[in-house]
């Protein structure tokens, strides 16, 4: 029986399309479980990393603050007794530190006080004052916003607990060390029992002799853990919860999502009452009134004594449907006895894959039907689709990064490779901001992998640093202080590549960048001296703008030097860090030091020096053996353009450097004559001054026969 080659063809096209299809349509199938189930796991992992950062954070918070003050009261900064300065301390402390909610002390005399921040962020005071009768007098005040008090009650015979008859008070001072309390009720406003939480104790001493002076807390709500727990993002209907294992082995809910519930009446009660009297604790984990909580904790079993740190995966079945989770340790070394859980619904996270088959094999159906007749179109519209992405694959094999919308394809694949396209691009664009731009050039050209290893080139060497940045820094908030760097760093480094160079590192507040590498350049003395003016010259504008705002005017110290230095890749196989190293490197940051000595902002190596003085001006300073080196170098002050330096300055800068010259041949008296004329005409002048010094010194006690001229910075 013979077929038509049309029916051959379609018989054959048909087979193999579905054929690809079935097997398309597995793979995916399967990659798509797979990938969801990673991704599950991913968010049960990255969920509680989150919340296990957030305790420990606020635990960190609470143990550093708790020996602060400890140690304040033991140096004999801090008074216990004067309960009106401590508080008004612990209300500080309150206020720049979000996560804490009490600071509290207690005193065997049973005087006690505490600042407490409410549910909505309300400060409060409490004092506890003994009376000579034995009783003692309640007192307690509210912050208002404005900063003043409004009394809220004033109980005197009041029958709040003392302190030392407190769970933690007696923990603390049985211990004699720091220790975290198991979870408890707080006694809050006036003489009630309201807010479960945990406590940082630390029995304090006062000076003389190191006495007992009582218990000081750094304490947090439980509320407020519930409340963060509430908004960390699970799927749709995931949730976090901690579990405390308490000394006697049970096993109590401390913080879930509904207990921070907006609706009262919806909302999961943490606490029960307490058989001994002393409050209320939080609940029971297997009396929650949450199935899946108590069915997960039935899967861990009773023996938690080796909970591992890292997460532990649970699966289970409760009122008929799947949950999957996580579970680990707190694994804090002295910290609370704590388990994060997670429980994650399982047809949320596989639902789509399911959903998803059934949409492929929809569409695959339908795509062989319409194969055949659209093959021709198709083919075409791919071929001209493929040829537009392959031109941008070359410009970035070029490094052209410039955005451009997507090829535009009805055809998954390609639609996603070109999404890829760009998406390579903006990550390469990324990319450059951490790595030269030259260097990632030479990469992507080449074709090959970064690897270990450098190259000696001669290059010149640029290192700058703002002038009293730690005063600085210490007078600034965090944010005001990182907005300012930022400012400064994106000014600078943008004059730095506007002039070809290669941004090397910032370390802290100094910028370090090179010339000569990767690219070689011709120029890069020249370049690099040009940057630093064009940076001497952005300051001085940034100044006034940042006077006007009350910031503090910045300046910059700069060295420059050119040598050579071993330039490539350093680290590890893994890490790599594409950067300079050698004398050349270490000179140039000597340079920039050496600024602080002479009151100068750039200083430029006699080897820079040599390249650039025809067309920019300079002026001697001396002769300096910087550190790591014996021998002398001669070091410049860069002034600027030639053509753009007063004429006034250029003929101090003769006398000095006619000075200079005297001082080297040891002619003292006509030396120092000619550095007290500069310092006429510029009575700051700090270089003319340390030298006019120096001239008087030798006049009064010539150095050896063998002096060299060369001068020593201490050490």
């Not at 479980?33 to 968010?43: I, R, S, T, W, Y």
């Not at 143990?63 to 003050?69: F, L, Q, Y």
């Not at 049985?174 to 220790?179: N, S």
Request: proline share 6%; charged share 25%; glycine share 8%.
């Amino acid at each position: 029986m013979n077929f038509s080659f049309r029916a051959t063809l379609l018989t054959l096209m048909l087979a193999v399309l579905l054929t690809a299809v079935a097997l398309l349509g597995t793979a995916a199938y399967l990659y798509a479980k797979f990938a969801v189930q990673d991704l599950g796991a991913q968010v049960l992992d990255q969920a509680a990393a989150r919340v296990e950062q957030h305790v420990e954070h606020a635990l960190d918070v609470a143990e550093n603050e708790a020996a602060t003050v400890a140690a304040l009261i033991a140096d004999g900064w801090l008074d216990p007794d004067d309960q009106e300065r401590v508080s008004a301390y612990f209300l500080e402390a309150l206020k720049a530190r979000p996560s804490l909610s009490y600071l509290s002390f207690g005193m065997p005399s049973g005087k006690y006080y505490h600042a407490f921040r409410d549910r909505d962020g309300g400060l409060s005071v409490l004092w506890l004052t003994p009376q000579p009768d034995g009783t003692r007098d309640l007192y307690e005040f509210n912050i208002l916003p404005d900063g003043t008090e409004e009394q809220v009650r004033d109980i005197p015979q009041s029958t709040r607990t003392p302190p030392y008859d407190r769970p933690y008070y007696r923990a603390a001072d049985e211990a004699g060390v720091p220790i975290w309390t198991e979870s408890y009720v707080f006694l809050g406003s006036g003489e009630s029992l309201d807010v479960p939480g945990v406590s940082r104790a630390v029995p304090a001493t006062q000076p003389p002799g190191g006495d007992f002076a009582g218990v000081l807390t750094a304490d947090f709500d439980l509320f407020a853990l519930s409340r963060f727990l509430r908004d960390v993002t699970l799927g749709s209907e995931g949730f976090p919860f901690l579990v405390e294992i308490a000394s006697d082995g049970s096993r109590r809910i401390i913080a879930h999502p509904a207990a921070a519930a907006p609706d009262p009446d919806g909302r999961l009660d943490l606490t029960e009452p307490s058989p001994d009297g002393e409050g209320r604790v939080t609940i029971r984990a297997d009396e929650i009134k949450d199935p899946r909580v108590v069915k997960f904790l039935e899967v861990l079993g009773l023996d938690l004594s080796a909970i591992p740190a890292e997460l532990q995966r649970v699966r289970f079945e409760t009122d008929g449907r799947t949950y999957i989770g996580g579970f680990r340790h707190l694994g804090r070394e002295g910290g609370p006895n704590w388990i994060i859980g997670m429980l994650l619904p399982e047809d949320e996270v596989f639902g789509d894959v399911d959903r998803m088959a059934q949409l492929m094999l929809y569409f695959g159906l339908g795509g062989v039907l319409m194969a055949i007749a659209l093959s021709v179109l198709l083919s075409r519209r791919i071929a001209g689709n493929l040829s537009k992405i392959a031109a941008e694959t070359r410009e970035i094999g070029q490094f052209e990064l410039e955005p451009k919308a997507p090829v535009q394809s009805r055809i998954r694949e390609i639609s996603t490779l070109a999404a890829a396209v760009e998406e390579m691009k903006t990550g390469l664009r990324s990319f450059q901001k951490y790595v030269p731009a030259d260097l990632v050039r030479l990469l992507l050209e080449s074709g090959e992998e970064a690897k270990l290893g450098g190259a000696r080139k001669e290059i010149t060497i640029y290192f700058s640093d703002i002038v009293g940045f730690t005063s600085i820094s210490e007078s600034l908030t965090p944010e005001v202080l990182a907005d300012l760097l930022s400012q400064y760093f994106e000014q600078m480094t943008g004059e730095i590549l506007r002039n070809g160079g290669t941004v090397d590192k910032f370390m802290g507040d100094a910028i370090m960048a090179f010339w000569g590498a990767p690219q070689p350049s011709d120029d890069c003395p020249l370049a690099a001296c040009r940057a630093a003016l064009a940076n001497r010259a952005k300051l001085d504008e940034l100044r006034a703008d940042w006077t006007r705002a009350g910031l503090p005017a910045l300046r910059a110290r700069t060295g420059i030097h050119t040598g050579v230095a071993t330039v490539g890749n350093f680290g590890s196989p893994d890490r790599l860090d594409y950067t300079a190293i050698g004398d050349t490197v270490n000179v140039a940051s000597r340079l920039e030091g050496l600024n602080r000595v002479y009151n100068t902002e750039i200083l430029i190596s006699g080897v820079t020096r040599a390249v650039v003085e025809d067309q920019l001006f300079t002026r001697v300073i001396d002769k300096v053996a910087v550190k790591g080196r014996k021998e002398g170098l001669l070091v410049y002050e860069l002034l600027g353009e030639t053509a753009h330096v007063p004429e006034a300055e250029r003929e101090r800068a003769s006398l000095y450097t006619e000075a200079f010259e005297r001082y080297l041949n040891r002619q003292w008296t006509a030396a120092r004559d000619g550095f007290a004329t500069v310092l006429e005409q510029v009575p700051g002048d700090a270089a003319a001054r340390i030298m006019l010094d120096r001239c008087e010194a030798y006049a009064a006690s010539p150095p050896p026969p063998d002096w060299d001229g060369i001068f020593h910075p201490p050490k």
